[in-house]
Structure formats: structure tokens, C-alpha cells
């Protein structure tokens, strides 16, 4: 079974440019997570969505946003690129259940800011 | 904030045990623990998660005190591929909106040769 997968595994832009970053989830999972994780921190959430919704979003500005598709399948944009954006930007799936979910994390797309 | 607190870092010898601990003094009766690991600059693993009972698979056994208030990750036999920061995460389980995994800085964890 395939893993969760990313793309593109590295993107170099520069300061005011936008960003699309893409995610496509296990199989038959409905949820998807974006965690950022700068250089020498730990992960920070990002985003949330299920079922094609936004369900939660972390403390980051509104030029982070993203959207899931019919599919499941997420992307993540960042409008107005700053130098500190400059991070892993990770997705995650999971199965939405009773009780506890795991989530199961993709390779991550390093993106660098110029 | 994260509810955990870690070494933050550890050596090991290859074919060893790895033991890495955690506390987590403040973790709420059904709050789980999960285990995750990150080889450099990759994406986080899966390790294991518990509740309250010991819990054991393919990768590693998960030790959770009685009280609850700490717990201990086993590498049976550590690799040298083992090399990871390890992460330990107490999180609720699914209620509403709030399923966002907390994460400390973890254990940098050194198998050597």
C-alpha cells in the first residue's frame, strides 16, 4: 500500500512569491494534516481538513491556506513568501475514528526562500 | 505547549537496547501516548501508541508507568538505522476540532557502531 506522498520534495523561491505545495493521502483516509517544521524546531501544526473542510488551522498568518479536493488530495499555498517560511513543510492522513487516529506522515517538501 | 519532556539526547550501542523515557506528569486519564521518529529530514514514523496497558509490535514495545506519568520506548536491538530523533506525544483522543499533534523537541537518539 502506497504511503503518503508529497510534492515537489524541494522548492526554491524567492521573497513575495506564492508557493503550492501538494499532498495526496493513503488510501482511504479522508483526513489531511500540514505541519511546518523550521530548521532545528519541532513541528508546528499548520492545517487541518476532512471531508473537503477546513476543520482546524494552527497560529499562522491567513497567507497560509490550502484546500482539499474531492479525492481527498490537499494542497498547501503560501501567498507573499517571507524568508522565515523557509521550512519542511510535512503532510499527514489519517482515518478519522472512535477513539484515537494515527496519522501517518509523507517525505515533506523543503522549501527555501530566497 | 507540549505535554512531554525528553532527553534531548541519548547514545546507544548497536545491538543494544534503546531505551528512551518520557514524562508526562500532567497527561489526563484518556490521553494516549504515541511514539513517532524522524531520520534526518524526512517525514515523521509511526512507532507505537498506549493507553494504559503495555503495548508491543514489530518495532518496538511501550513501556506506561501505573500512574501514568512516564513511560519508556524499547528498541529491542537497536541499528545502526536507528539513528533518529524520537518523539513522544500525549494527545486526547478524537473530540471536535482538536487533533493536532503537539510536538516537543524529542531525543536525538546515536546508535554506534
Known amino acids: 500500500e502506497a504511503g503518503v506522498t508529497q510534492s515537489p520534495t524541494h522548492l526554491i523561491k524567492t521573497r513575495g512569491q506564492q508557493a503550492t505545495l501538494r499532498c495526496s493521502p493513503i488510501?482511504?483516509?479522508?483526513?489531511v494534516y500540514w505541519y511546518q517544521q523550521a530548521l532545528g524546531l519541532g513541528l508546528q501544526f499548520l492545517l487541518w481538513y476532512d471531508e473537503g473542510e477546513e476543520r482546524n488551522r494552527g497560529n499562522f498568518p491567513p497567507r497560509f491556506s490550502g484546500r482539499q479536493f474531492p479525492n481527498y488530495s490537499s494542497e498547501l499555498n503560501v501567498n507573499a513568501l517571507e524568508l522565515e517560511d523557509s521550512a519542511l513543510y510535512l503532510c499527514?492522513?489519517?482515518?478519522?475514528?472512535?477513539?484515537?487516529?494515527?496519522?501517518?506522515f509523507g517525505p515533506g517538501t523543503r522549501l527555501l526562500v530566497l | 505547549d507540549a505535554k512531554t519532556t525528553q532527553p534531548p539526547s541519548m547514545d546507544c550501542a548497536e545491538g543494544r537496547a534503546a531505551n528512551l523515557p518520557c514524562n508526562h506528569s500532567?497527561?489526563?486519564?484518556?490521553?494516549?501516548v504515541y511514539w513517532y521518529r524522524q531520520i534526518h529530514s524526512q517525514g515523521p514514523q509511526y512507532i507505537i501508541h498506549g493507553l494504559k496497558n503495555n503495548e508491543t509490535n514489530e518495532m518496538a514495545s511501550l513501556i506506561i508507568t501505573e500512574d501514568r506519568k512516564s513511560s519508556t520506548l524499547i528498541l529491542p536491538h537497536a541499528t545502526l538505522r536507528d539513528t533518529a530523533v524520537y518523539y513522544c506525544?500525549?494527545?486526547?483522543?478524537?473530540?471536535?476540532?482538536?487533533?493536532?499533534?503537539?510536538w516537543g523537541l524529542g531525543t536525538s537518539l546515536a546508535v554506534n557502531p
Open positions: 488510501s482511504g483516509h479522508t483526513s
Open positions: 506525544i500525549v494527545r486526547p483522543p478524537n473530540a471536535g476540532n482538536n487533533r493536532k499533534l503537539i
Open positions: 499527514a492522513s489519517s482515518l478519522p475514528r472512535q477513539g484515537v487516529e494515527t496519522q501517518y
Open positions: 500532567t497527561i489526563s486519564g484518556n490521553e494516549y
